[in-house]
């Protein structure tokens, strides 16, 4: 590993994993609550048990530039960032906390319009902010502002991303690259033969809703990394290979079109509505009625299988080959979430 920090390092790749397990977790003896899952799962979450039950708990900071972009803010990301953390451990969201640094000089009227935001994401999930923290710091040593969220949920039976077995199918909840897509265009001023907007939302009911009919064996939340990261975890953390099928993968026209005329690959960019779940063969049609039936769900597709393996994502193409889907080495492209 260099001996600096780079901008990839933050990307959701390889190297924010390898800075993770090699730099951070190292320094903790301390890193876990007995018996429950701790900073060496690197899981969306942790948990607490206590008294028979499961508490789950997350942390995340957002950095997303501009504070304000098409389909969202950096308010709204961050409640639902929140939030999806804890669902997709199978955690129904209690109670959240932020902290919120401020750039001197910021209009009161952007501090307004990011915290009103953040109470209507509140209220759709109905979910309290119970705790903060604010801080101002000096012109030039912040841009405008950045928020931690911090929350707690409940789980019954939690769901962690490596419980992934042979036969289980994959289900993406929604079309993927969205989110990283329409926060490029207004960076770059780009114009596409459609509107790009980020697919930001809760997800908490439409897993809780998945949750009773059952058979659920992994989730995972494709922030950073995009769904090859993603799934590149799971595989990995669940000695299996997964079988994607292309003609399946849920991607918007527009977002497949400039994804192509940028370069970029759209299994490798960044989701904020999405999650990726893995189910029992026999539940899976079952669980991808439930989702569709959530409105942020409507596009939901079973995308591939799980094989026996040893950790790799291959891509069975539309022509018929197949290729592996490596981890992506991390995103040069700063502060998307």
């Keep these: 590993m260099k001996d600096v920090i780079k901008l990839e390092h933050g990307?959701?790749?390889?190297?924010?994993?390898?800075?993770?397990?090699?730099?951070?977790?190292?320094?903790?003896?301390?890193?876990?609550v007995e018996g429950g899952i701790g900073l060496p799962e690197m899981d969306d979450g942790a948990t607490i048990p206590i008294d028979g039950c499961n508490i789950v708990f997350t942390t995340d900071?957002?950095?997303?530039?501009?504070?304000?972009?098409?389909?969202?803010d950096i308010g709204r990301l961050a409640i639902c960032g929140t939030v999806n953390d804890l669902a997709v451990m199978g955690a129904a969201p209690l109670a959240l906390a932020t902290s919120i640094v401020l750039e001197e000089g910021l209009?009161?009227?952007?501090?307004?319009?990011?915290?009103?935001?953040?109470?209507?994401?509140?209220?759709?999930?109905?979910?309290?902010?119970?705790?903060?923290?604010?801080?101002?710091?000096?012109?030039?040593?912040?841009?405008?502002?950045?928020?931690?969220?911090?929350?707690?949920?409940?789980?019954?039976r939690v769901v962690t991303d490596g419980g992934l077995r042979p036969g289980d199918?994959?289900?993406?909840?929604?079309?993927?690259?969205?989110?990283?897509?329409?926060?490029?265009?207004?960076?770059?001023?780009?114009?596409?033969?459609?509107?790009?907007?980020?697919?930001?939302?809760?997800?908490?009911?439409?897993?809780?809703?998945?949750?009773?009919?059952?058979?659920?064996?992994?989730m995972k939340d494709p922030t950073r990394g995009g769904v090859a990261g993603a799934l590149n975890d799971m595989a990995r953390k669940s000695g299996v290979d997964i079988l994607l099928w292309e003609e399946e993968i849920p991607i918007r026209g527009v977002?497949?079109?400039?994804?192509?005329?940028?370069?970029?690959?759209?299994?490798?960019?960044?989701?904020?509505?999405?999650?990726?779940i893995g189910v029992?063969?026999?539940k899976a049609q079952e669980v991808l009625e439930a989702v569709r039936r959530d409105r942020y769900g409507r596009d939901a597709a079973i995308v591939g299988e799980v094989l026996e393996g040893k950790g790799r994502v291959i891509l069975e193409t539309l022509v018929g080959g197949r290729r592996v889907v490596r981890e992506p080495l991390g995103s040069p492209m700063p502060r998307i979430c």
């Design 280 to 282: 029992e063969r026999e």
């Design 169 to 218: 199918r994959i289900i993406f909840t929604g079309t993927i690259g969205n989110h990283q897509l329409s926060l490029l265009s207004i960076r770059e001023g780009l114009q596409f033969e459609a509107p790009l907007e980020s697919d930001v939302a809760p997800l908490w009911d439409m897993i809780r809703e998945v949750l009773r009919v059952g058979g659920v064996t992994a």
């Design 61 to 72: 900071a957002y950095t997303v530039r501009p504070l304000f972009f098409p389909g969202g």
């Design 107 to 156: 209009p009161i009227e952007v501090l307004r319009r990011v915290v009103d935001s953040m109470n209507r994401s509140l209220e759709e999930v109905g979910v309290p902010l119970i705790a903060g923290d604010t801080k101002v710091v000096e012109h030039g040593e912040l841009d405008k502002l950045m928020i931690n969220a911090s929350g707690v949920g409940l789980a019954e």
């Design 255 to 276: 977002v497949r079109s400039a994804a192509e005329m940028l370069g970029l690959d759209p299994l490798e960019l960044a989701n904020e509505g999405v999650a990726i």
């Design 11 to 32: 990307g959701g790749g390889r190297l924010m994993r390898e800075l993770v397990e090699e730099v951070i977790i190292p320094a903790y003896r301390r890193n876990r």
